[in-house]
Each structure stands twice: as C-alpha cells, then as structure tokens.
C-alpha cells in the first residue's frame, strides 16, 4: 500500500510542558502540516501549565504519571468516538500518562510514539547530573534518580524514578507502541542499546519552512536562540564571550536561569528575552553564526539550528547527540568540544575572522536544509511510518 492512499484519519496525543519548548513546536509543525495536507487530525491534549506548586498537586501528578485510570478511560472514549486510522502520540507525561497508549492498543489501533527527549532512558529526561552527562539510569538503574535527587526536591526524584522504572518494567512503551520515533541515528542507536527493538524504530528529522531569500551580508554578530537552563550550555558560551571583548553576542530566550546568566554576562552580551517571529527572522539576517552550545545530547537536529540554517546562517555546535548528523564539520559550520569554552571561543574567532568562509558556509547550510529537512520530505516519511504501524497493528 503507497503512504497517502488510504484515507487519513490521525489522533493526536500531546501533554504539554509548563514551558514552550522544541517538543511544543514539533508538535503543532506536525499537526499544522497534517491539516493542510488534508489529514483529519484530533489532538487528545493536556497541559501542565495550570498546575500548582502545592503538594498535593504534585502528589496528583506523581500518580497519573505513573498510569493514569481516568486518562486510560478518557482515550477508550475518544478513539471509539473517531476512529482513526492511526494513534500519534508525543509526551504523555505527567497527566496523560503510558495509559493513553494501552488504551488505543487494546482497542486495535495503530500506535506511534515519538520520544522527542531522552524519556525512554532518563527520569529526568536530559542525561544529566551536576552539570554533566549521567548514564546512571541508562538501562534500568533508575534508583539513582533517588540516590542523587536529580530533581533537587527528593519527593519529586522519587516520582520521576517510578515513573520511568514502571514504564520500563511493564513495557508500556515498548509493548504499546508499534513503532517509536526519534529524530536522529544517535537516538535510535541509544535506544537499540537499551533494549527497544530496532526493527521498530524509525527516524523522522525534524522540517523548517525555508524563507525566500537567505540572508546577506557577513553579518555583525554572534546568536544563541533557546531556552536558558543549564543542559542548553549558556554559561559555557558566556564564558568563551568574555574572552572575545571585540565579538558582539545576543542572547534570545527565556528560562529559569535567565536572571543568573544576565547578571554573570560580560558587556559585549545582550539579552533579547523573548521575540517573535518577525523579529528573530531578522535577527539571523543580521548575525554570522548561530551557536548550540549543548551540554547535554540533543536527540533531533535542534530546531533553531535548522531555522538559523535556513536562512543561510552556519551552526557553530557542540559535538554532541545529535548536532553532528545536522552540522557537517567545516561544510556547514563547525563543532567544539561540549563544554569546553576554550575550544569555543578559538572556533568563533576562526569564523569572526574569515566573513568569507563562514559565509560560504551559511550557502551550503540552507542548501542541506533544502535537501533533508522539507515539509515535504518530513511528510512523505511520516506517512511511511504511518503505513508500517498499521501493518504492523494487522499481524
């Protein structure tokens, strides 16, 4: 059976963070890129904005992580009453919970699930500890989620660790899903190593729109575009700024350690916060290279290195995760060593200094953005992955 040649009803399944974030966008992108392909699309949607900081919040929160009986009940009804050809489920967690998938497989239907973090192998979802990368779960040792208290809150470390430590015991993924998603070779690889099969894991890499014209110019300054928190590695790009005075960078994002990293900033550092769309555009019109200074593994191409290269921006990444499979060394930009800002700083003032270089560079970026990562080329791999869940589901 050809992707697309059945008639496409898709449910939906999305909890979102309290936080915009990468996942967030990926997931409206998907759901937009569906209806305007004509897809009948149903989102089964719960948010984790409202929810309070009291305790007995976060001990509702805890329970329906771990499987939630009223969400099981609630996706039983939702699937009778629309029938969809296919089950697309993102983060489940904390009030949907691993139930939702249960529910749809045991009525029948095909299940996909797309793991956009390390939440298949990580309670905390983000491989790290103390500012470093942590493995200590990887494979079932999610006690030292406890041990550790990676959440700085011993009660909430608990409740991560028995979420995942089920999910992983029950096979509520695994067992659930006909097929698991991710958005690079690295996470696939890491979760074959993990135990997922690998004959039910299949890539999908992530799209973005590609503007009319790239940007012109060699451009006056240094972008990082994302969330402040610590697994994004500011501090380490903040670093490598203070040894280049002569190097104008702007920051762009919100976060819980936005006011820290301000307050520790060097002069030549400004602070955008938060801006829209508009305003972003042009200001990777105006810069010479984005910078993804990740601590930590990104599982996908980060969305804001497609973006930057879509305007004909080249990526200065950490090499780590994913970022490899989207930045080619000295084709599209360049790596660093994760966490080093020495190495940072040498590979910044390589690219300060040659505008020609870099240029070419930020051509050969938007033209790689043109051949891996269109809506086009994102959807007919969907509907592929679609077409071998349903047939799976059928054996």
């Known amino acids: 059976m050809e992707p697309g040649a059945w008639p496409l009803r898709v449910l939906t399944i999305f909890n979102e963070q309290r936080a915009f974030g990468g996942e967030e966008q990926a997931v409206r992108s998907t759901v937009e890129l569906l209806r305007f392909r004509g897809v009948d699309t149903e989102v089964l949607h719960a948010s984790s904005r409202d929810l309070s900081d009291g305790l007995a919040t976060k001990v509702r929160a805890a329970a329906s992580g771990i499987y939630s009986v009223s969400s099981h009940r609630h996706a039983v009804s939702v699937v009778r009453s629309f029938d969809p050809d296919v089950v697309h489920a993102h983060?489940?967690?904390?009030?949907?919970?691993?139930?939702?998938?249960?529910?749809?497989?045991?009525?029948?239907?095909?299940?996909?699930?797309?793991?956009?973090?390390?939440?298949?192998?990580?309670?905390?979802?983000?491989?790290?500890?103390?500012?470093?990368?942590?493995?200590?779960?990887?494979?079932?040792?999610?006690?030292?989620?406890?041990?550790?208290?990676?959440?700085?809150?011993?009660?909430?470390?608990?409740?991560?660790?028995?979420?995942?430590?089920?999910?992983?015991?029950?096979?509520?993924?695994?067992?659930?899903?006909?097929?698991?998603?991710?958005?690079?070779?690295?996470?696939?690889?890491?979760?074959?190593?993990?135990?997922?099969?690998?004959?039910?894991?299949?890539?999908?890499?992530?799209?973005?729109?590609?503007?009319?014209?790239?940007?012109?110019?060699?451009?006056?300054?240094?972008?990082?575009?994302?969330?402040?928190?610590?697994?994004?590695?500011?501090?380490?790009l903040l670093e490598a700024a203070r040894s280049l005075p002569d190097i104008p960078f702007h920051i762009v994002g919100t976060g819980p350690g936005a006011s820290a990293l301000d307050r520790s900033s060097p002069p030549n550092v400004t602070f955008e916060g938060f801006i829209d769309d508009v305003s972003l555009s042009a200001l990777y019109r105006r810069a010479r290279v984005l910078v993804v200074p990740s601590v930590t593994y990104e599982t996908s191409g980060p969305y804001v290195a497609l973006e930057a290269m879509a305007h004909g921006l080249p990526v200065l990444g950490s090499r780590m995760g994913a970022v490899p499979e989207t930045v080619t060394d000295g084709e599209t930009g360049l790596l660093f060593d994760p966490g080093d800002a020495a190495d940072l700083a040498r590979r910044l003032r390589r690219m300060w200094d040659d505008p020609v270089s870099s240029m070419e560079m930020g051509r050969k970026a938007r033209s790689s953005v043109f051949e891996y990562h269109t809506a086009d080329r994102f959807y007919d791999t969907l509907m592929e992955i679609y077409s071998e869940a349903r047939e799976l589901a059928r054996g």
């Open 91 to 236: 983060n489940v967690y904390p009030l949907l919970s691993p139930s939702v998938l249960a529910a749809c497989r045991q009525k029948g239907y095909p299940v996909v699930f797309t793991a956009h973090s390390q939440i298949l192998t990580c309670p905390t979802w983000y491989n790290l500890y103390d500012g470093n990368i942590c493995e200590r779960c990887f494979g079932g040792g999610e006690f030292a989620c406890v041990v550790q208290n990676c959440r700085d809150n011993i009660f909430e470390s608990i409740a991560y660790a028995a979420r995942s430590a089920t999910a992983r015991k029950l096979g509520l993924f695994s067992r659930n899903a006909h097929v698991i998603v991710v958005g690079s070779e690295f996470m696939r690889e890491r979760l074959q190593r993990a135990g997922y099969e690998g004959n039910r894991i299949a890539v999908l890499r992530s799209f973005v729109e590609l503007p009319d014209t790239p940007k012109r110019g060699e451009g006056d300054r240094v972008l990082y575009v994302g969330r402040l928190s610590p697994e994004k590695g500011v501090h380490v």
